[in-house]
């Protein structure tokens, strides 16, 4: 049973991934790795500010 | 930055963390493993090799009625298994060399938003994502009239050799170049006038690329009422996610992507309920013109609206769907496993007047199908986006080759789809209405005329496959997409749902390919308005000012203008737009993969790679060959149907002779038009070609300069050894794994921090 809802959890985390879902996990945990120099930005300042390079930095979305 | 590259890195600042275990499996223990063959993998290769051959004797060879499309999934999948492990395996092991020893760009440039080392199953879904879209559910489809053998040939050997070769390549150098897009290698490696030309080029491709893209979903929406409704509905469902993920829950994009996805079912459920009556039928029934104008207008404002807004949402929107439609496509062709009737090679096979499009199977087969067998367009995803993710070098085959054997699958099964259908039906849909007539007698009678061997079709059952499908009318529904909603929805209704379900999943397959495709066109109007403002800013700098608004919405005017033009043409064409223009659209596409080989090829020259140069050079000779024939073949070819110019000049005569009608143009007006196109898609064919053969050429020169050197001057960043460790393939090795253990067994405060997921 555990083995199962392991398998689960894993995959909700893959497609997650995908999604770029995680990427504010991911951007905490660069910060306490990588010896902060400030505090880390919220929830919402991040993805405020992910969205926001994205309107100078757009990437290609291929046909 | 630069060195000798025949020189190994400075291995002397590659020295190795004694506090931490290695940052790669021994290279002698990995090659003995690579090597060994035990009897157990011997049995499986072996058994591979067979499933494959016979999966191709019954494709290729067999001549009976029928053809299940199971071979079509067992050919397709032995090969790309061989393929990877066998090919690719070659080209990392003699021409690219990877080495797990030097950090990756996510790791030494690592800041947590845009560098970020991503778990490799995860980076191979994401990559992928970004690479596949509407072009190979759609190329396959248009190409199915010369039957079913000479593009499932193209699809899965050119994935082999050509296209999962070039993706993997483009990857592996923008990699070691920091994640530097195509056109700064360009400009690196061939100097000013190679960049400069591959920077045009490229700028002029992605035009083309998005009109004829936005051209399939105009033909697909064009007299539909509940298309248009439930196509339409996915704007204002984009901008509530938008919102949501702003300012109600910021971050939660799993959710909101659910939320989206029940909104999108209710959109087509509901246009199916809003086409039924008869406001909504009026309302909602809009001709193609109407449609273009939408989509130009909405392209602007969606290209000047901030990323947040409807961008992001809508890409969060395509991509779950992606998945969800791939992996259902799969299921379902695999489970139902339909019986394809469709000849290998059709009538019109040894013919170049087909009337799907026009032209010889060579040249023309291989540029109607691009995406899915090898697309220059993935050489803008490869560089730049996904290097920056990437955790070790050894993960490039995985997700740069594997990534493009996967498109290509998709592209097979579009293919399958596709043929699952009656070829009668298949005629009437692919047509042009200058052909067909447009009614369901007209239709039929024309394609009974076209004497293809167990083909009769009534009008009647034309008529039913559109009440099937909940439309008007399946005649001369061009471009693709419709053709393979219908084989979708014949496939799919005999797995769930019986023929009752068929309008919806119809209606869901337009749904899907339009949604890819809007967000292809909005994302392309943004990639090709910054790589103008960039380009205008080595004039005015002002214009390299991203935020400066009337620099950016002039810009995005001037794209969005140029494509707009070209998908007008396209819908007003008297000859049919999609025939004429959509190999415009696969030269287009491949002369890019043709600029990004050229690049690749001078990059492993300059590496001193000589020996091993016919992994680039033979794709690039093959793609060269195809897209100069074919270019050569629109601008020069005596025949109407295939020489732009003589089409124009056949017009232009008739114009002058005082003719009021001619060929399938019926009017002045259309006569003039068809002048007017003609002369358009002749001199871009003329630029493209000409700029492609410059690039090509200042590729030849560098590599022939590097060869008399014996090796160049390489831009590849300094290498910097690795803390890390990662295995390199979907399963890990033996070794891998005990080296993953020694990393899991460090304190937690020793181990720099991994990727998300393990």
């Known amino acids: 049973m555990s083995s199962i809802v392991r398998g689960l959890r894993g995959f909700t985390a893959f497609v997650k991934g995908i999604m770029g879902a995680d990427a504010f996990e991911r951007y905490l945990e660069h910060h306490e790795a990588s010896g902060h120099s400030g505090p880390a930005m919220t929830e919402r300042e991040f993805w405020r500010d992910r969205m926001d390079r994205q309107d100078s930095n757009p990437q290609g979305r291929c046909c | ?758």
Request: proline letters at 5%; aromatic letters at 10%.
């Open chain 2, 1 to 758: 930055m630069g060195r000798p590259a025949d020189e190994q890195p400075a291995l002397a600042v590659m020295e190795r963390d004694p506090t931490l275990p290695a940052p790669a499996v021994d290279d002698a223990v990995r090659e003995a493993a690579e090597r060994k063959w035990t009897p157990a993998k011997v049995a499986v290769w072996a058994a591979i090799s067979l499933l494959g051959a016979v999966a191709w004797f019954m494709v290729a060879l067999v001549r009976g009625e029928t053809v299940n499309a199971i071979w079509f999934v067992f050919a397709a999948v032995c090969t790309y298994l061989i393929g990877y492990r066998f090919y690719s395996k070659f080209i990392e092991r003699y021409l690219l060399k990877p080495n797990d020893r030097r950090a990756t760009p996510a790791e030494y440039k690592a800041d947590g938003k845009d560098y970020v080392r991503t778990d490799r199953n995860v980076l191979f879904g994401h990559h992928f994502a970004a690479i596949a879209g509407a072009g190979p559910l759609v190329g396959p489809i248009i190409a199915a009239q010369m039957g079913y053998l000479p593009g499932t040939i193209w699809i899965i050997i050119g994935v082999v050799l050509a296209g999962a070769v070039q993706d993997y390549l483009v990857m592996f150098f923008s990699m070691r170049r920091g994640g530097r897009s195509l056109g700064q290698m360009a400009r690196e490696e061939l100097g000013a006038i190679g960049g400069t030309a591959a920077l045009i080029a490229t700028l002029l491709i992605m035009i083309i690329i998005v009109a004829i893209l936005a051209l399939v979903v105009v033909n697909a929406l064009g007299e539909s009422p509940w298309g248009v409704f439930s196509v339409g509905m996915t704007i204002p469902i984009a901008l509530f996610m938008g919102v949501y993920l702003r300012f109600i829950r910021p971050g939660k994009v799993m959710e909101v992507s659910i939320i989206g996805f029940v909104l999108l079912m209710a959109a087509i459920v509901g246009g199916g309920a809003v086409a039924s009556t008869e406001w909504g039928a009026a309302f909602f029934h809009l001709d193609k013109v109407t449609i273009a104008w939408g989509i130009i207008v909405y392209g602007f404002i969606a290209a000047i609206l901030p990323v947040w807004l409807l961008l992001a949402p809508r890409d969060y929107l395509s991509t779950f769907m992606k998945i969800g439609v791939i992996v259902m496509l799969a299921v379902a062709i695999i489970v139902v496993r339909p019986e394809i009737t469709v000849p290998a090679f059709s009538e019109f096979a040894g013919k170049d007047n087909g009337p799907v499009f026009s032209g010889a199977l060579f040249p023309f087969l291989f540029v109607t199908i691009a995406c899915g067998a090898l697309s220059g367009f993935h050489a803008l995803i490869s560089s730049g986006t996904t290097p920056k993710l990437i955790e070790k070098e050894r993960q490039t085959r995985f997700i740069g080759y594997g990534g493009m054997l996967m498109e290509s699958f998709v592209a097979i099964m579009a293919l399958v789809a596709a043929i699952s259908i009656d070829r009668g039906i298949y005629f009437a849909m692919n047509a042009p209405v200058a052909l067909t007539g447009g009614t369901v007698e007209t239709a039929a009678a024309w394609v009974n005329s076209l004497g293809l061997s167990g083909v009769n079709i009534t009008p009647a059952d034309l008529a039913q496959t559109a009440t099937n499908v909940g439309e008007p009318s399946i005649v001369s529904r061009t471009g693709g997409a419709p053709t393979l909603a219908v084989g979708l929805a014949h496939i799919m209704q005999q797995f769930i749902g019986g023929t009752s379900m068929m309008a919806f999943w119809y209606h869901f397959a337009i749904m899907f390919e339009a949604l890819f495709i809007l967000t292809a066109v909005d994302a392309g109007t943004r990639v090709a308005r910054f790589m103008l403002q960039d380009s205008i800013g080595n004039f005015i700098p002002k214009f390299k000012e991203a935020s400066w608004r009337p620099g950016a919405w002039l810009c995005t005017a001037v794209m969005v203008g140029a494509w707009g033009a070209v998908l007008l043409m396209g819908v007003t064409d008297p000859l049919g737009g999609i025939n004429t223009l959509f190999p415009l659209f696969g030269i287009a596409n491949q002369l890019l993969a043709a600029i990004a080989l050229a690049v690749c090829m001078a990059i492993a020259a300059k590496r001193g790679s000589f020996k091993y140069l016919w992994i680039v050079a033979v794709p690039l000779a093959f793609v060269a060959v195809v897209t100069v024939t074919a270019s050569l073949q629109k601008i020069f070819s005596p025949v109407p149907a295939v020489g732009y110019f003589a089409n124009n000049a056949a017009f232009a005569k008739a114009l002058a002779d005082g003719k009021s009608s001619f060929g399938t143009a019926k009017t002045v007006e259309a006569m003039e038009a068809v002048v007017r196109n003609t002369m358009v898609q002749g001199v871009l064919s003329v630029i493209f070609v000409t700029l492609s053969v410059i690039v090509i050429i200042a590729a030849l020169i560098a590599t022939a300069k590097a060869f008399k050197q014996g090796g160049g001057h390489d831009h590849e960043d300094e290498p910097r050894p690795s803390r890390v460790f990662a295995p390199a393939g979907l399963f890990p090795t033996k070794a891998e794994k005990e080296l993953q253990a020694e990393w899991n067994s460090l304190p937690a405060g020793q181990r720099t921090e991994r990727p998300a997921h393990h």
